[in-house]
């Protein structure tokens, strides 16, 4: 009688723990949207009621804020410019970085936990200290205001997170099936293009949707190194709309919404794969 009691102790225990855990994942949930909610009701709500009459479900549905953005702003601009660099260093880091991984996690050598130290403090380095060491090499270059002058300094920082990434992926990957290729006649390139590839193809793609949205994110580089609005990305474009006099909250917001969505639906859809990425570049081999 005991133990049947202490079972039934124990279910409701667990129940109750499940309830819970539930309840707290849905407070979680409501204040992580919650910002971009309002942000999407704001920017299709007019300026007016949005400072007199701020209210959590618009009474009155414009799109004013929208076309202002593409019309008056040429909002497409700073969109096509994430694009192309956010695109660019994506593809040069895993084009870079996964030859990179492949000698750290495979080749046999002295210095490679120096190097992937190296890697990881490189990370962890403050953007502002190089800055302007940065703006005088780029300037010396006649780089600045230039998709190569954002292109190089973005791949100072994804790259690192590219190798750190891949390098954890390829070794969990089983040294038995080069070997084996090795044994059939099969060369290392071959080994590594017919073979490690097409396994390592989840974890390219998601490294190559962090540093994507990394680049799409990055702010300082943006702001420091182009002078115009004809190579100005999307977090530079919405910091500037700020006007002298008054600041277009309804078009910011609006702004904020278009560049959000399209990294958070990527994110929503690859979420597995890039949690899977992550604990695996902490794997040490």
């Not at 309840?23 to 299709?44: E, K, N, R």
């Not at 940065?134 to 100072?156: E, F, K, Q």
């Not at 994804?158 to 070794?171: C, D, E, H, K, Q």
Request: aromatic share 12%; glycine share 6%; hydrophobic share 55%.
């Amino acid at each position: 009688m005991e133990s049947g009691a202490s079972r039934v102790a124990q279910r409701g225990q667990f129940r109750a723990g499940k309830w819970i855990f539930a309840g707290a994942l849905v407070v979680l949930m409501l204040f992580t949207l919650f910002p971009f909610y309002w942000a999407i009701v704001a920017s299709l709500t007019p300026d007016a009621a949005l400072f007199r009459n701020p209210s959590l479900w618009p009474h009155q549905i414009i799109g004013d804020h929208y076309r202002a953005l593409f019309g008056d702003r040429d909002f497409i601009t700073p969109i096509r410019n994430s694009l192309i660099v956010a695109g660019t260093t994506t593809i040069f880091c895993l084009a870079v970085g996964t030859l990179a991984a492949y000698a750290l996690a495979r080749l046999d050598f002295k210095g490679k936990a120096p190097i992937m130290a190296f890697i990881l403090a490189v990370t962890m380095f403050p953007q502002i200290s190089i800055v302007s060491p940065l703006y005088l090499l780029l300037r010396s270059l006649h780089l600045i205001d230039t998709y190569p002058g954002l292109i190089m300094p973005y791949m100072t920082f994804a790259m690192p997170l590219t190798v750190w990434v891949l390098t954890g992926s390829i070794r969990q990957i089983p040294r038995d099936l080069e070997e084996a290729a090795h044994v059939d006649g099969a060369t290392r390139r071959q080994s590594f293009t017919k073979i490690l590839l097409p396994l390592a193809v989840p974890s390219l793609a998601t490294t190559g949707i962090l540093t994507f949205i990394y680049c799409w994110n990055e702010f300082l580089f943006a702001l420091s190194f182009t002078l115009g609005p004809e190579r100005q990305t999307v977090p530079v474009a919405i910091a500037l709309f700020r006007g002298q006099y008054q600041v277009p909250w309804g078009e910011i917001l609006a702004a904020a919404v278009v560049a959000t969505a399209p990294v958070a639906a990527m994110v929503l859809f690859f979420q597995r794969r890039i949690v899977q990425g992550l604990t695996a570049g902490a794997v040490k081999g």
